[in-house]
């Protein structure tokens, strides 16, 4: 059984939702995706005309964007405004301009605020939440039962991400990709407000080598030795 909060953190390409959303499936558990959450504000900053780069605009759009996120791990969605947004934040647009959004401080106060309360509601009604996102071992549930931390090389999450993207309709190349990878890799780790950090006490995958369901079954593992 899988009670309390088991944090999923690392870069993107790593497997890391397709991975944290099975997982808690398979423990009847809820999911919270934290990066479709600083997505959904970057694409309120895009449609408000506001420029990605200034930290005070884009704080104040973050502050009354209205965000709801749905925590069931097999159908989870990110409302904008009552508005489904859940493809639209996938896009080019948003996944250009999400990593200066996500710096500003402002931003992540707000957000991680947010997400402590979704949290805390899930685990009074459930008991048990799987959250992803850069900074949850670290920041948002520095108390989680288990942390784990993906990783891969960063030409293995190209070659992932653009097999993703070209399998939802977004054509996309694995060098751009790589670039895209690279640039937000260094972006997120080097942010001054909670950049990408290993926790000190998370755990971690190198999933190079592993499929789907190998990362799966080494993170019900240890939820198991856990639990
Ligand atoms: O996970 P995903 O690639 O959708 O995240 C998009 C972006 O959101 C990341 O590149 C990062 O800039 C930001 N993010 C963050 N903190 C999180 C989750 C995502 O800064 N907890």
Same mark, same amino acid.
């Given at each position: ?10 870069? @993107? ?6 991975? *944290? ?7 009847? $558990? ?13 694409? *309120? ?14 704080? /104040? ?5 209205? +965000?709801?996120?749905?925590?069931? #791990? ?8 009552? /508005?489904?947004?859940? %493809?639209? &934040? !996938? ?17 992540? /106060? ?5 997400? !402590?309360?979704? &949290? *805390? ?14 900074? &949850? ?30 399998? @939802? ?7 751009? =990709? ?10 997120? *780790?080097?942010?001054?407000?909670? #950049?990408?950090?290993?926790? %000190?006490?998370?755990? =971690?995958?190198? =999933?190079? %080598? +592993?499929?789907? #369901?190998?990362?799966?079954? %080494?993170?019900? $593992?240890? &939820?198991?030795? !856990?639990?």
């Amino acid at each position: 059984e899988l009670r309390g909060v088991v944090a999923v953190d690392g870069p @993107s390409g790593t497997g890391k939702s397709t991975v *944290a959303r099975r997982l808690a499936a398979e423990f009847d $558990a809820e999911y919270l995706d934290t990066g479709a959450m600083y997505r959904a504000v970057t694409l *309120a900053v895009l449609r408000a005309g506001v420029d990605p780069q200034d930290p005070d605009a884009v704080a /104040e759009i973050a502050a009354v964007a209205e +965000l709801a996120s749905g925590t069931d #791990p097999e159908a989870p969605t990110i409302d904008l405004a009552g /508005e489904d947004v859940s %493809e639209e &934040i !996938r896009g080019p647009a948003v996944t250009l301009a999400v990593s200066p959004v996500s710096a500003v401080p402002a931003v992540r /106060e707000q957000l991680v605020g947010r997400q !402590r309360q979704i &949290i *805390a509601d899930a685990l009074a009604r459930t008991g048990g939440i799987v959250v992803e996102g850069r900074d &949850i071992g670290t920041t948002v549930a520095p108390d989680a039962g288990l942390k784990v931390f993906l990783t891969a090389t960063p030409e293995a999450r190209a070659h992932r991400r653009a097999a993703q993207d070209n399998a @939802s309709g977004r054509r996309a190349d694995v060098a751009e =990709t790589l670039a895209d990878v690279r640039r937000r890799d260094t972006y997120d *780790a080097s942010r001054a407000v909670s #950049p990408m950090r290993r926790a %000190e006490d998370a755990v =971690t995958v190198d =999933t190079t %080598e +592993l499929d789907i #369901p190998g990362v799966l079954s %080494e993170l019900a $593992a240890l &939820i198991k030795q !856990r639990g």
